[in-house]
């Protein structure tokens, strides 16, 4: 993560990161977004004040935010897809970081394929030295 925080202009801040299961998970989704039932990644960004002129700033807090991910979720998403556990957690850390540093994938079409692209750079950025 320290190669995707550099690459974002926010390798000065601090990033908290949960591995949980599907129990915990639900609960988070149920308090922090009135959903019911798990899901894989979760992401609370400490400063949410993205500017009209660049909403994808750092943030001025030394806290970024936390990232929460379902292990359970993962798990099952990387038996599903092919990729390995590792791989998937990754994929999901890097989308968990963008949503704190405010991409959004759920605004409209567009900015899902803008968030998309940022994470197959990012991905292959961390993953060209394994």
Avoid at 41 to 52: C, Q
């Amino acid at each position: 993560m320290e190669k995707v925080l550099r690459d974002l202009g926010c390798d000065d801040r601090e990033l908290s990161i949960l591995f949980t299961d599907d129990r915990e998970m639900s609960e988070l989704n149920l308090r922090y977004r009135a959903k019911e039932g798990p899901t894989n990644v979760l992401a609370f960004a400490m400063d949410e004040s993205g500017t009209e002129e660049n909403e994808y700033l750092p943030p001025p807090s030394v806290l970024l935010g936390d990232v929460a991910i379902s292990i359970d979720r993962a798990r099952q998403e990387s038996l599903e897809s092919g990729e390995t556990l590792r791989q998937r957690v990754e994929a999901l850390l890097v989308h968990g970081v963008l949503h704190l540093v405010g991409y959004d994938h759920e605004k409209n079409e567009e900015e899902a394929l803008v968030m998309e692209e940022m994470e197959k750079r990012l991905l292959a950025l961390i993953r060209s030295g394994e």
